[in-house]
């Protein structure tokens, strides 16, 4: 159970620093490209320990798998509460940009924000493993060089992978994106987290560039380009084909309905015909 406290307390400092990021900021709606800073810093930070909860509570610390399922459907919600519109996830900044609610400046900013945060959640983690509060984490910090990769099938079956799954995420996400949050976050939440257990033994199903970034690019196994070509490139592709699907056309390329015959709401009333 101290392992389990100590993971709460982790948890709660990072929840602790998204919000406070997005309290401060609301004065300065101009830099909300940090908001996604902060995002992807909490998702990456706490994504973290729940993979090490996965791969090493449930035999070091008594931890079952209904406890880590929990815990990451309860990180996603949390995540999707306390950062609002702030996705941490690059595709769904760029699927933004193809919509064009966004531009290019806000776009770029955003997305290397995302990959700043979560590349100091790494090194924050791995401090946080080098304290080795508890028996679970001293053997996460001896196995923090030699981790497992998430990545368990060949690049193309996972290039697929990510595809599919991204493909039928956006398409939910896109239907329930302008509804209010406390609708939407327990829906991806529980998406995520659904996605997440059913891809287990294949790619995890990340669907987030970043979120990848921080878990398993740094693993043996398969070099960065591999990972890129299923991590980034799978994710942005299912993107792409559920914007086309939904909407018919990608707005920032295709002006026309490629898909979808649009019919008119109202009818052109016709002439009075002249009375002889």
């Not at 902060?38 to 993979?51: H, I, N, P």
């Amino acid at each position: 159970m101290s392992g389990l406290n100590a993971s709460l307390g982790y948890f709660l400092a990072a929840i602790i620093f998204a919000a406070s990021v997005r309290t401060f900021l609301r004065k300065w709606p101009r830099f909300s490209f940090i908001l996604e800073f902060a995002s992807s810093f909490m998702l990456v930070a706490c994504w973290l320990e729940v993979q090490t909860i996965v791969e090493v509570g449930e035999w070091a610390g008594g931890l079952g798998r209904d406890v880590t399922v929990t815990m990451l459907f309860v990180v996603l919600l949390t995540h999707g509460l306390v950062c609002g519109g702030a996705s941490g996830n690059p595709t769904l900044v760029v699927l933004n940009f193809l919509q064009l609610e966004a531009t290019t400046l806000p776009t770029v900013l955003a997305i290397a924000a995302q990959f700043l945060g979560a590349h100091l959640a790494i090194l924050v983690a791995v401090y946080y493993w080098s304290l080795e509060l508890t028996d679970m984490h001293m053997i996460k910090n001896l196995m923090a060089r030699e981790c497992s990769t998430s990545l368990m099938v060949s690049v193309l079956q996972g290039f697929f992978t990510e595809s599919v799954c991204a493909l039928s995420f956006n398409l939910i996400y896109l239907n329930v994106q302008h509804r209010s949050v406390l609708i939407r976050a327990p829906l991806i939440a529980v998406l995520l987290t659904f996605l997440s257990y059913t891809a287990k033994g294949y790619t995890s199903s990340y669907i987030n560039p970043s979120l990848a970034y921080g878990l398993t690019f740094h693993c043996s196994g398969f070099t960065s380009l591999e990972y890129a070509v299923v991590y980034w490139l799978g994710p942005l592709t299912g993107m792409t084909m559920a914007v086309l699907l939904y909407m018919g056309h990608i707005p920032r390329i295709f002006a026309r309905n490629l898909l979808y015959f649009q019919k008119t709401r109202f009818r052109v009333p016709k002439g009075d015909k002249k009375k002889l």
